[in-house]
């Protein structure tokens, strides 16, 4: 099974291939970009079907394809407790947000709390995520650089760049709509090199499937839960210390995929492409669905490599697990197991990955900066007949923002679990402001709504971090209840999410009654 580790020519068939079908779709879809609506909506007409797979698409990216497996070869099949929480948060979004986004009929959800509760609270929405998606973008860049800079030997900060700009190519030219139609395209490439890996890998072993589950099942790499009734262990349930415990993820992946669907526009824009919000629901209800089996595949691709590297140890595997770099197991067994030809699918299905992820960020970011900032701020530039070319730029000055945070967090030892802990001190004040716009009548108070989602920041640092230097005390004096010295990770977003939404409805403000009667239309 041990091949040349350079590129072949089929290899750099089936790449050029890949590159030259994301530009003729990228192409193709810039013919109808007329307006801001055709470039960041689709025109409000696009397929339910195939906003179903561009959802699921981008919330996948390279984090998936490398930190999945990752994550299964140094630990176990844990990171699927999330998805018990992910499927609530779904069918939340659909009962709570969905109606509210159409009913105002918005080009980006941050509008929305602009009319229900003022300026302030809009522009620190529309703040709070291109803060939050540059970081985590720039995160998931990284881990797609990584990869890549193993499979071809490269360094890297031009690999980060080099993602960045191909990125940018397409998505500059065809908007959404580009994004979701290639979406399809790369969603079925980095299924199937998934699958293939995992075959290939279970072939590769002496005694087949029987030696990959055997192995892996004496390793315990099967185990999702962690799970004690018993107070003092580790491994309680209510274990608000342990970022592993059965509560933490089934919250945390509640909650994040809550608010990453609900008030990330990164995601949402994807659903207000479709022509009414029923069909917008039916296309986020069926990417839960696909969730499970799609994790449970990436999973044992990462335990499928543990037994193949038992059952074939590699020295240079050997130092990646000594230095925790379990992230660059995946791309070195593609780099140096796999023949000609699929060797370049697997690239390819990386690829996907990544940019499924970085092209839809890309436009989001564009979208939020010229509808949230621009077409607010400044008459001259919002002027309708330069709208697409001022959107344009918005998607290069992004790029190019990525790329300068992806080189910054390209030497990260574990890239899936930091793209997580970003969104974690962030989502918590989106989620609370956005929950207090859709499930109150008040009309809030601007400035208050601004002061609850900046100071939600400090007290999920406080509570979150791992060192505190002279508050250390404080802090351990009023966690003593809780038997720790610190909150999980995975309860940042849980203290975000309630401190906003609490504090904001202390200082709420009564509804003058023709808003509250657009309230009640909205429900």
């Known amino acids: ?46 397929p339910w079907w195939a ?113 960045a700009c191909v990125a940018v190519a397409y998505t500059l030219t065809g908007g959404i709509k580009a994004v979701i139609w290639t979406d399809i395209l790369q969603f079925a490439l980095f299924i199937a090199a998934a699958g293939i890996a995992l075959t290939t890998i279970i072939g590769a072993l002496p005694g087949g499937l029987s030696d990959f589950t055997a192995i892996a099942a004496a390793a315990e790499k099967f185990k999702v839960f962690h799970f004690s009734l018993e107070p003092g262990h580790n491994d309680y349930w209510l274990n608000v210390g342990n970022p592993d415990s059965l509560i933490a993820g089934v919250v945390f992946g509640c909650l994040s995929t809550l608010a990453a669907m609900g008030t990330d526009q990164d995601l949402v824009q994807r659903m207000l492409t479709c022509e009414n919000v029923n069909q917008s629901r039916k296309a986020l209800i069926l990417t839960a669905v696909m969730n499970v089996p799609i994790t449970v595949l990436f999973l044992s691709v990462g335990a499928a490599l543990f037994v193949y590297y038992n ?23 593609i780099r140096t197991a796999l023949p000609q030809g699929l060797r370049g699918l697997l ?45 344009r730029i918005m998607v290069l000055l992004f790029g190019v923002l990525l790329t300068v945070i992806g080189i910054v967090f390209a030497h990260t030892e574990s890239i899936l679990w930091l793209g997580f802990r970003i969104t974690g001190y962030t989502y918590g004040a989106l989620l609370g402001i956005f929950l207090l716009a859709v499930t109150t009548r008040s009309r809030g108070c601007d400035r208050t709504n601004l002061i609850a989602m900046l100071s939600s920041l400090a007290v999920v640092v406080f509570l979150t971090a791992e060192s505190v230097g002279v508050l250390g005390g404080l802090r351990t004096a009023l966690l003593s209840p809780l038997g720790v010295d610190a909150i999980a ?8 999410t309630t401190w906003t939404l609490v504090f904001s409805a ?18």
């Not at 240079?316 to 070195?332: G, N, R, S, W």
């Not at 990770?489 to 975000?496: H, K, Q």
């Not at 202390?506 to 429900?523: C, V």
Request: charged share 15%.
């Open 1 to 46: 099974m041990q091949s040349s580790h350079d590129l072949g020519a089929a290899d750099w068939i089936v790449l050029c291939a890949y590159a030259a079908l994301l530009l003729v779709i990228g192409l193709r879809a810039s013919r109808e970009e007329t307006s801001t609506d055709d470039y960041f909506l689709g025109g409000r007409r696009m």
């Open 51 to 163: 906003v179903m797979i561009s959802i699921y698409a981008t919330s996948l990216s390279a984090l998936t394809f490398i930190g999945v497996p990752g994550a299964a070869y140094s630990g176990d099949f844990n990171y699927l407790q999330l998805g018990i929480g992910d499927l609530f948060g779904r069918l939340f979004v659909v009962a709570l947000l969905l109606g509210p986004y159409y009913a105002h009929r918005v080009t980006t959800v941050y509008q929305l709390l602009g009319n229900r509760f003022g300026p302030r609270t809009h522009d620190a929405g529309a703040g709070f995520f291109i803060v939050t998606r540059l970081l985590a973008s720039g995160v998931r860049l990284a881990g797609c650089a990584i990869a890549l800079s193993v499979v071809f030997g490269l360094p890297l900060e031009p690999t980060v760049a080099m993602i």
């Open 311 to 333: 059952v074939f140890p590699d020295p240079v595997v050997t130092e990646m697990e000594a230095l925790k770099q379990t992230d660059k197991i995946f791309p070195y067994f």
């Open 347 to 391: 690239i390819a299905g990386l690829l996907a990955a990544a940019m499924s992820s970085l092209d839809s960020a890309l436009n989001a970011l564009a979208s939020t900066g010229y509808v949230d900032i621009i077409q607010r701020y400044s008459r001259r530039l919002s002027r309708a007949a330069d709208s697409v070319r001022i959107s």
């Open 489 to 496: 990770w995975p309860w940042a977003i849980v203290v975000g």
């Open 506 to 523: 202390m200082f709420a403000e009564e509804q003058p009654s023709q808003s509250r009667t657009g309230t009640e239309e909205q429900r």
